[in-house]
């Protein structure tokens, strides 16, 4: 999964850390992980 993240230029690998490319794409993620939490 993590490969093709970096293929499609969603995420990006930058001093030994992986970071999103696409400021939308890291909104929802953020946003998903923020509501699962709730949830528990």
Same mark, same amino acid.
């Given at each position: 999964?993590?490969? +093709?993240? #970096? %293929? ?10 992986? +970071?999103?490319? =696409?400021? #939308? !794409?890291?909104?929802? !993620? +953020?946003?998903?992980?923020? %509501? %699962?939490? =709730? #949830? #528990?």
């Amino acid at each position: 999964m993590l490969q +093709r993240m #970096l %293929s499609y230029h969603i995420i990006e690998q930058k001093d030994k850390e992986y +970071r999103f490319e =696409v400021p #939308l !794409v890291e909104m929802w !993620v +953020r946003e998903r992980l923020t %509501s %699962s939490y =709730v #949830l #528990l």
